[in-house]
Nanobody
Framework: QVQLVEAGGGLVQAGGSLRLSCGASGRTFSGYTMGWFRQAPGKDREFVARISGNGGSTYYADSVKGRFTISRDNAKNTVYLQMNSLKPEDTAVYYC?????????WGQGTQVTVSS
């Protein structure tokens, strides 16, 4: 069973940047489209961005387009999310998973808090 591990979150001021990473054990995800998702307090988990298996195609939610960049290093079995120009409304726990059909479990996520 795959185990996803997200890292890189933290507390940052509005306008700042963070780079998240997602690794996996138990399975290589080089052949899968992978996505980043986030869940803010009291809200449902929402889609943020996705990247194709070879990294050649990406897609973003309108709310992050132009500010976030998803990338991957299949040799390292790792997916990244570079987040720039962060806003308080980006505050959430961020998760990665296969897209659109997730793996059977989610990681613990990484908390991103953006102060105004």
């Amino acid at each position: 069973q795959v185990q996803l591990v997200e890292a890189g979150g933290g507390l940052v001021q509005a306008g700042g940047s963070l780079r998240l990473s997602c690794g996996a054990s138990g399975r290589t995800f080089s052949g899968y489209t992978m996505g980043w998702f986030r869940q803010a307090p009291g809200k449902d988990r929402e889609f943020v961005a996705r990247i194709s298996g070879n990294g050649g195609s990406t897609y973003y939610a309108d709310s992050v387009k132009g500010r976030f960049t998803i990338s991957r290093d299949n040799a390292k079995n790792t997916v990244y999310l570079q987040m720039n120009s962060l806003k308080p409304e980006d505050t959430a726990v961020y998760y990665c998973n296969r897209h659109p059909t997730t793996f059977g479990s989610w990681g613990q996520g990484t908390q991103v808090t953006v102060s105004s």
